[in-house]
């Protein structure tokens, strides 16, 4: 077995897979859908970045129920599609970027929401 392997078995085992899942439903659906509207209709793009603000909003809204149908909280879903697409934004491998910062974004926002609750 592999060391990405026996990583990722823990990282959803630890998290919970919904957390895992719509970091995924982030990544395909948000980047699929940046990429056709941003091309097709975006004209002004984001500073120092080839993408478009329409594409990413656009990824965002598109994303957003999808990702609120599997975790069912509302500011987790936009932290972490808010994230995701910041992400696809500026990154030039948003193929790895992209899951990655909306997982760690959810990730700690749950995190920090715990401890608050604990205190």
């Known amino acids: ?5 026996i990583i990722s078995i823990s990282i959803v085992s630890l998290t919970g897979k919904e957390i895992v ?3 995924m439903l982030i990544f395909s ?6 990429s056709i509207i941003g091309m097709r209709y ?3 793009k984001f500073p120092y970045s ?3 603000y329409i594409g ?7 994303s957003f129920p999808f990702v609120y149908i599997v975790l069912q ?5 936009i932290v972490g599609t808010i994230a995701g697409m910041l992400a ?11 899951p990655i910062t909306s997982f760690l974004s959810m990730l700690l926002y749950n995190l920090l929401l715990y401890n608050l609750i604990m205190l």
């Open 56 to 62: 990413t909003f656009s990824a965002i809204l598109i």
């Open 29 to 34: 659906i948000g980047d699929t859908f940046s």
């Open 1 to 5: 077995m592999s060391v990405i392997s």
């Open 50 to 52: 080839q993408k478009t």
């Open 73 to 77: 909280d509302l500011y987790l879903t």
């Open 88 to 98: 696809e934004a500026y990154s030039k491998k948003d193929n790895f970027f992209v």
């Open 42 to 44: 975006g004209k002004r």
């Open 21 to 23: 899942t719509a970091s």
